[in-house]
């Protein structure tokens, strides 16, 4: 196959693309050297943050082959909301792109096919399956033979590995592609994989010889907090309220009921909030995502179904009204908060029911006991996290392999927690399990040990004779916040384990040790940080500080009027295209357009996201716009 490229990619060359077709200045963090790279025709492995930039890693060296003759690049992508903004943005930005889904009709699938094999294609987006599909592969295999298959490209290639966050097994058979077309690059992109998920992607998609390039997994833009359940559904509608009124948001929920009874209750309490779950039917689903991504405004209560390849930009939080599997699922879920460098928030409640539900689900589950194991330990990490009384960001970015000093920006760093010994609290509730089995081996849930610690008279504890046992009342001097925090940490350490449909409690092995006083327990005062009102931010974002609007907190009056007026004319444009607005241009974008005010296409031209193609669309457009305001 012909390569021109392969030995000396020309950094003008892609510095120009970038500026040309994206309207940026320079490139940000490892881009340059993996945009390099794989032009050059090299294989790679990227892990980037979400908002990072990832895209260009492989939408750049796309652009640059096909314009050296090299042809179409194929771009695996898990989903079709995905596929459709991707595309939308890279035609507005005067890129010739297209998908292969099920929302097309025979005629126009039949287009891009003929668009895809003329060469005329730069970027054709489809789903795994369809990429492995025979007649897919033959159309493959005469682009292959007549040189014009230019790279491929694996977005969320976390999906291939069964120790990641979001097994998908079609993602299986993509190594075919490196047997099949050995002299196609190929680029494997993920935002977040730990180590045994990274060697897990190598192996399945063949990339051993690839070069891995490993960003920064930090997001200094999201602040971090965690805070322990107390009437959840209020505190979250508290956090709404205090910090994020006006606000797109995420909240996360576990199953598919609590998602519709959590969104009919932010409705009925003001909040404009719409449910999402694989359950609901999918023109709904759809209709839902699209206002989601369309409006300002909405929160969207979702189950995991929801996020993957979502692009808004302008979320500004995302909350977790229970506890995920794991801290990969945690970072991309958090993740999809403040994609355009703006303050954002990650904001969970957690309690002892949450981490009963996990390690059930992980004993329940039909996987092979290594399995089990490699998910007990992705769980104890983040239960770790989460009763973690020093920065939460150092210890998230050390789960990755990565050191950093405390942020500043986190909930335990601005408003450190007490802490307290909890060793001999943990000695009696341990005796008090164990005097609950010495008593025929009887067993009980936390609800009915906490009464006992605390010497509550109830039905059960007369029908059992528990106010004889010699850890009655033992712990009346706490309160069964506190007892609960006691229980939830000997469940996160292993201590005591649940069984049953009731998740009655059993001493496990590891037990004894804490008994005998040999280990020390310390743990964090119940605390309920003080409102800290909207997005009032020690980090420092990248370009301005948004308000609820989405404006940057330091334009001044006019400027915020010429803000307004912008935004009103992109949502025109943007209904007129069916797209999102945020693919039209961005906030931040427009806010530089308000603050600058420039009064020629020259002067538009050098802000920011404005590339040749829009600057020709749009420019003269803007710059009455900004005329009259």
Not at 333 to 351: H, K, N
Not at 492 to 502: D, M, N, P, Q, R
Request: charged content about 25%; overall charge negative; some cysteine.
């Amino acid at each position: 196959m012909a390569d021109s490229m392969s030995q000396h990619p020309h950094h003008p060359v892609l510095l120009n693309i970038l500026q040309e077709v994206f309207g940026y200045g320079a490139f940000r963090g490892a881009q340059e050297a993996i945009i390099q790279h794989v032009t050059g025709s090299g294989d790679a492995l990227v892990l980037m943050p979400t908002g990072g930039g990832k895209s260009l890693c492989y939408q750049i060296p796309a652009i640059a082959r096909h314009r050296a003759g090299q042809g179409v690049t194929v771009v695996v992508s898990p989903l079709i909301a995905l596929m459709h903004d991707q595309v939308g943005a890279l035609e507005e930005a005067g890129v010739h792109a297209a998908f292969l889904n099920s929302t097309l009709s025979n005629e126009q699938a039949s287009h891009v096919e003929r668009e895809m094999m003329s060469g005329r294609l730069v970027m054709l987006y489809a789903a795994p399956e369809r990429i492995t599909n025979p007649r897919f592969l033959a159309q493959l295999d005469s682009l292959y033979e007549r040189g014009l298959l230019s790279l491929f490209a694996i977005d969320e290639a976390h999906c291939v590995s069964q120790w990641g966050h979001d097994f998908r097994s079609e993602y299986l058979a993509l190594s075919l592609l490196h047997e099949r077309y050995p002299e196609v690059p190929r680029i494997a992109l993920t935002a977040t994989a730990d180590d045994l998920t990274r060697a897990d992607i190598i192996e399945r998609l063949r990339l051993e010889e690839a070069s891995v390039f490993i960003s920064s997994f930090d997001r200094p833009n999201i602040r971090y907090a965690i805070v322990e359940k107390d009437k959840p559904r209020e505190q979250l509608l508290r956090f709404i309220r205090d910090e994020h009124e006006d606000d797109a948001g995420v909240v996360y929920c576990q199953s598919r009921k609590k998602v519709e009874e959590t969104a009919d209750w932010l409705v009925s309490e003001g909040i404009k909030a719409l449910p999402y779950h694989a359950g609901l039917d999918a023109a709904l689903r759809q209709k839902h995502q699209d206002r989601f991504l369309r409006e300002d405004s909405i929160v969207m209560v979702a189950t995991v179904a929801f996020g993957m390849g979502i692009d808004k930009p302008d979320v500004r939080f995302v909350a977790h009204l229970d506890l995920p599997k794991n801290i990969e699922s945690y970072y991309q879920e958090t993740g999809r908060a403040g994609r355009d460098g703006e303050a954002a928030d990650a904001w969970m409640a957690y309690g002892l029911a949450d981490v009963v539900n996990q390690r059930r689900m992980i004993d329940e589950s039909p996987a092979g006991e290594e399995f089990k194991q490699g998910q007990r330990g992705k769980l104890d990490a983040l239960l770790a996290l989460a009763e973690a009384t020093d920065c939460r960001r150092v210890r998230l970015l050390s789960y990755f392999g990565e050191e950093s000093k405390p942020c500043g920006n986190c909930d335990n760093c601005l408003f450190p927690p007490a802490t307290w010994d909890g060793t001999e609290a943990a000695r009696k509730l341990l005796s008090c399990i164990y005097r609950f089995q010495q008593n025929g081996g009887q067993r009980f849930g936390a609800g009915h040990l906490i009464d006992v610690l605390r010497g509550k008279v109830t039905d059960k504890v007369t029908q059992y004779g528990h106010q004889s046992l010699s850890t009655w009342a033992v712990g009346a001097d706490l309160p069964e916040t506190q007892w609960r925090a006691v229980l939830r940490q000997l469940i996160s350490l292993g201590h005591v384990v649940t069984e049953g449909e009731y998740m009655t409690l059993v001493l496990a092995d590891s037990a004894r040790a804490v008994l005998k006083g040999e280990v020390q327990l310390l743990l964090r005062v119940p605390t309920v940080a003080p409102k800290r009102g909207k997005l009032s931010r020690t980090s420092k974002p990248s370009s301005g500080r948004s308000g609820s609007s989405g404006a940057p907190e330091d334009l001044d009056a006019a400027a915020q009027a010429r803000f307004d007026q912008l935004k009103a004319w992109r949502a025109e444009v943007a209904k007129e295209h069916g797209l999102p607005a945020y693919v039209i241009f961005q906030n931040v974008t427009l806010a530089e357009m308000a603050r600058q005010h420039p009064q020629s296409l020259d002067a538009l031209s050098h802000i920011s996201g404005v590339g040749a193609k829009k600057l020709e669309a749009y420019g003269a457009e803007i710059l009455r716009v900004l005329g009259e305001s």
